[in-house]
């Protein structure tokens, strides 16, 4: 298992909102070690509010909503998945591959979790492993086998947390 490099803060919600920073940071190593990133990467995650995140939605996407998650990859990839990452990925500096970068918005995780009749946990693991595999080119785009493939990899990462959720000390 290669250690990556992520980072995870939280920055403008409220106390009582603030989602599990030790899960965020282990569905990240697993989605990266079920997708078989074999060099080191580093991922910087910011759990924020809606405002926040409705911002930046309209910055960068032009939609004026909040959104559940938004990924910020620092790369594009011909086909999804770690094979097809650039061979000019790596920061010659760091040595690591800086895929990008995840704002999550926490309100917006624990309705979702109320919704759905999941826990908080199982929503903001799913939410994070969603967002690593845009990181790593995946698209669900309607009606196509790009949103089968996402899909696919998506169950095969969360399975492992069926089981019982990861001890969240890392």
């Known amino acids: 298992m ?8 939280h920055s403008g919600c409220a106390a009582d909102e603030r989602l599990s920073i030790p899960l965020i940071k ?22 924020t ?29 011909s086909k999804p998945g ?5 061979s000019s990925s790596i920061d010659p ?14 309100a917006q995780t624990i309705r979702q979790a109320q919704e759905y009749g999941q826990t908080i946990e199982r929503e903001t693991a799913y939410l994070i492993v969603h967002s690593v595999l845009h990181l790593l080119g995946y698209d669900h785009i309607e009606g196509t ?14 399975k492992g947390f069926k089981r019982g959720w990861p001890d969240t000390k890392m």
């Open 82 to 86: 770690w094979g097809a990452l650039p």
């Open 2 to 9: 290669v250690k990556h490099k992520i980072h995870a803060q």
């Open 93 to 106: 500096e760091t040595g690591m591959v800086p895929l990008g970068d995840i704002i999550i918005s926490a």
């Open 145 to 158: 086998d790009e949103k089968k493939k996402m899909r696919k990899r998506e169950k095969v990462i969360m």
């Open 26 to 47: 282990k569905a990240i190593q697993r989605a990266l070690d079920l997708e078989g990133a074999y060099l080191p990467c580093e991922v910087s995650v910011v759990v």
């Open 49 to 77: 509010d809606d405002s926040a995140i409705r911002k930046k939605n309209n910055e960068f996407r032009g939609i004026d909503n909040s959104t559940d998650v938004l990924s910020f990859p620092m790369f594009e990839f």
